[in-house]
């Protein structure tokens, strides 16, 4: 596991593709399960670890995850995140370019929490929820397009349903409009590469960053990550 920042309070990860933010029904591995694994032998603690979840990324996206170590750092951070003070920046190769070079994605959207899929609806339509991002292009090779994203909001799979109602699929994701299986290992080609935030309790400024395994088309946009 890759410990990318650790104090008193928090503790961010890097999560591979295809592994669990938290525990689900399949009973599969997960990130939490990881790292309070982590926490009880570093500083050998007896009985259960508190960790907070403070966000999740979806088990087809690989990059940063933090959780909270104290309750503190859990309320004030899950108050930032309402807030909008957490800045999330993801990396995402489309298999169609844009017709803009930047811009900024505004729909409504509602999950089928059975189906655990989401689509684009009128605003008035019940459970509708207001989606917000903003991107700009970095390169395009080999018919593929890399783009940065920057999440306004934080909706259910909202950059794969915003880009894939564009009709610029996520490299890889079949669930959103189509694109072909990715040859990651449970993946697609989102990556959670920065966080920048407050620190919830010593108010320092942090950022934290990780770069995408260069593998797959990955590797091909390596030069401009």
């Known amino acids: 596991m890759k410990v990318l920042f650790e104090d008193n309070h928090l503790i961010a990860v890097y999560k591979p593709n295809g592994v669990l933010s938290q525990?689900?029904?399949?009973?599969?591995k997960s990130?939490?399960?990881?790292?309070?694994?982590y926490i009880k032998k570093k500083y050998n603690k007896p009985g259960d670890v508190f960790l907070g979840s403070i966000h999740r990324i979806d088990r087809v996206t690989s990059g940063i995850l933090i959780f909270a170590r104290t309750s503190k750092a859990l309320t004030r951070m899950n108050?930032?995140?309402?807030?909008?003070?957490?800045?999330?920046?993801y990396l995402a190769i489309l298999d169609e370019r844009p017709d803009n070079p930047s811009g900024k994605l505004v729909n409504y959207l509602r999950k089928n929490q059975k189906a655990n899929y989401v689509i684009v609806v009128d605003k008035d339509k019940e459970g509708a929820k207001k989606a917000i991002l903003n991107y700009e292009m970095i390169a395009e090779l080999e018919s593929k397009c890399l783009v940065s994203v920057n999440l306004e909001t934080?909706?259910?799979h909202q950059i794969r349903t915003?880009?894939?109602y564009i009709g610029c699929s996520v490299t890889g994701?079949?669930?959103?409009?189509?694109?072909?299986r990715s040859e990651l290992k449970g993946g697609i080609y989102l990556h959670s590469y920065e966080l920048q935030f407050l620190h919830p309790v010593g108010k320092a400024?942090?950022?934290i960053t990780v770069k995408p395994d260069a593998v797959g088309y990955?590797?091909?946009?390596?030069d401009f990550i």
């Open 23 to 28: 525990g689900d029904s399949t009973g599969d």
């Open 31 to 37: 990130m939490i399960d990881e790292v309070k694994a």
């Open 79 to 89: 108050q930032m995140l309402k807030d909008r003070k957490i800045s999330k920046t």
């Open 154 to 156: 934080g909706r259910p």
């Open 162 to 164: 915003q880009f894939g």
């Open 173 to 180: 994701d079949t669930k959103y409009r189509g694109s072909k």
């Open 205 to 207: 400024p942090i950022r």
């Open 218 to 222: 990955w590797k091909t946009f390596k």
